[in-house]
């Protein structure tokens, strides 16, 4: 077989448009829809890679945040729980998904705990961009990447993950959603002290090789890979905003299926977006996979958006948008630095940092208890579902940051 899958991100979060088949998204454009307009990546995304190790962060309580340039922002439509919990990041008053999510509330509560632990992060994408929201909390892992001629980057696998094209800020806005710095200049994050790995899997067109996908899985969660060095950051909750079927709606790929068993059992947490088809997530791979924790979107309404996968392999859902208001984020390559793409590539990274607070708090937190954490903090959806039709199921619920964070801290399990 020698086509192989297309990453999420071709399946439209930043071209706002409906769903696209894995296959042959242009299929899906609409002959009217005006081609997407993408910027070249500048400056610190070529940057040297950063060496292996993290910069050591002060044992510091959250930053205090520096006055913006920008207009004080407009405060939370909710109170949350301490004013001093709100971020002054000028893109803040435009994160509606951070709201939907209970973040201000969790941030009040997670202020007022312990001081937290890193949490490290990785992020099995395009790979690794030097986000200022990042500075000192970001590595370029390593790149998976084997065929040197869809990677772009003059070789196969090496150290350098540095994401290549126009599809590079796929990955950095994952990472921002996940952990970018509460430092009154573009977004906030919702972990802003986690680490995250940027781990490439993803080559120039956004196509995933799945023995690519399964090896990268196993070397961020620390697992040896034959011809990679050890992970000197192994993660305990990867992101995998992207699907790497040969042949979508086959179910799982035994390769990404047998990488998924190994870090389970690690303890690590395998977060995967539903994809963005319309259907049934459980065709997909990791989205349906054993052991994922597997993240449909819905829109600012609560409800799912036509593009997102569903069914009874989707664990819960978070925010990923729709055409008409999609998920504000940093980016270097954006107009004026930042995008609003929409899909369940961005849903997932809701997932991903809320379970990076609850470490934080509770660094010992087996990957049972962080996933029953996960799925019983969770909003009900209005009347119960997040679609008319049951079987469209997008899970448990919404993701609420609060609810789940407050019952970690009730508890001494994982402590
Ligand atoms: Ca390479
Ligand atoms: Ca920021």
Redesign the pocket.
């Known amino acids: 077989m020698s086509r192989r899958a297309l990453f999420l991100a071709l399946s439209l979060g930043l071209w706002a448009l409906p769903a696209a088949d894995a296959q042959s998204p242009a299929r899906q454009i609409p002959a009217s829809a005006p081609l997407p307009v993408l910027q070249p990546l500048t400056g610190p995304t070529n940057a040297p890679a950063l060496s292996g190790t993290f910069t050591p962060l002060p044992p510091a309580p959250l930053p205090t945040p520096t006055p913006s340039p920008a207009p004080v922002p407009p405060r939370a439509a909710t109170p949350p729980g301490s004013a001093a919990a709100l971020p002054t990041d000028p893109l803040y008053a435009r994160q509606w998904d951070l709201r939907a999510i209970r973040a201000p509330q969790a941030w009040a509560l997670w202020q007022g705990s312990a001081p937290p632990a890193p949490v490290t992060v990785a992020v099995l994408d395009t790979g690794y961009v030097a986000s200022p929201e990042l500075a000192g909390r970001v590595v370029n892992g390593y790149?998976f990447?084997s065929d040197?001629g869809r990677?772009a980057?003059?070789?196969?696998?090496?150290s350098?993950a540095s994401a290549v094209g126009p599809f590079a800020y796929h990955g950095e806005v994952i990472a921002n959603l996940i952990a970018a710095a509460h430092d009154g200049r573009g977004m906030a994050g919702i972990n802003p002290r986690a680490r995250i790995v940027h781990v490439r899997v993803a080559d120039v067109n956004g196509e995933i090789a799945p023995q690519d996908l399964a090896d990268a899985l196993r070397w961020a969660a620390g697992l040896s890979v034959p011809g990679a060095p050890v992970n000197p950051n192994p993660a305990r909750v990867l992101n995998l905003s992207l699907f790497a079927d040969f042949i979508p709606l086959t179910g799982c790929d035994a390769r990404i299926q047998a990488a998924v068993d190994a870090v389970a059992a690690r303890g690590v947490l395998v977060v995967a977006g539903a994809g963005n088809d319309g259907k049934d997530a459980r065709g997909y791979s990791p989205a349906g996979c054993r052991g994922t924790l597997t993240v449909t979107s819905v829109s600012e309404t609560g409800q799912r958006p036509g593009y997102a996968n569903w069914g009874r392999s989707v664990s819960l859902a978070a925010p990923g948008g729709d055409p008409a208001r999609g998920i504000v984020a940093s980016s270097l390559s954006g107009a004026g630095g930042e995008r609003q793409p929409n899909g369940t590539s961005f849903a997932a990274p809701h997932v991903s940092g809320v379970a990076s607070l609850l470490l934080s708090v509770r660094p010992a937190l087996s990957r049972l208890s962080l996933t029953l954490l996960l799925t019983r903090g969770v909003t009900p959806f209005a009347g119960g579902r997040c679609d008319p039709d049951p079987l469209k199921s997008c899970g448990a619920g919404l993701i609420n940051a609060e609810l789940a964070l407050k019952s970690a801290l009730a508890s001494s399990v994982g402590k």
Do not use: I, M, S, T
């Not at 980057?153 to 090496?158: E, L, S």
């Open positions: 790149d990447v040197p990677a980057d003059g070789n196969g696998r090496d350098d």
